[in-house]
């Protein structure tokens, strides 16, 4: 699987689990472009078509720059992914928070 060069991630800004989420995510190096942004604020006509309001309200989505997306559990692994990958790939810092390990 390639690794997707741009993801957007959106989520419900009135719920405290997703915004918690999107807290601990902006600490992620994932090695691809993120943008996050509630789904309230979103520019929904640059969504893919027949994405459903009710459906963004109940689930964090994941859309990559071909417009798949993932929403659920299933998006937030599609970003946790790339972060492992780039961790493993031995980006500056070596973790996937971006903090330096001690002695390195």
Do not use: W
């Not at 800004?13 to 915004?19: Q, S, V």
């Not at 789904?39 to 459906?55: F, H, T």
């Not at 109940?58 to 929403?71: L, M, P």
């Amino acid at each position: 699987m390639n690794r997707p060069r741009k993801l957007t991630l959106l989520y419900d800004a009135k719920c405290r689990l997703c915004t918690n989420t999107v807290e601990v995510l902006k600490g992620l190096r994932t090695g691809t472009e993120l943008e996050m942004q509630p789904y309230q604020s979103a520019d929904l006509r640059s969504l893919p078509p027949g994405l459903p309001l009710l459906e963004l309200e109940a689930e964090i989505h994941v859309v990559d720059e071909t417009g798949h997306v993932s929403k659920g559990a299933d998006a937030l692994m599609l970003v946790l992914v790339q972060a492992v990958r780039n961790a493993r790939r031995g980006l500056p810092g070596g973790n996937l928070f971006g903090a330096r390990r001690a002695g390195g």
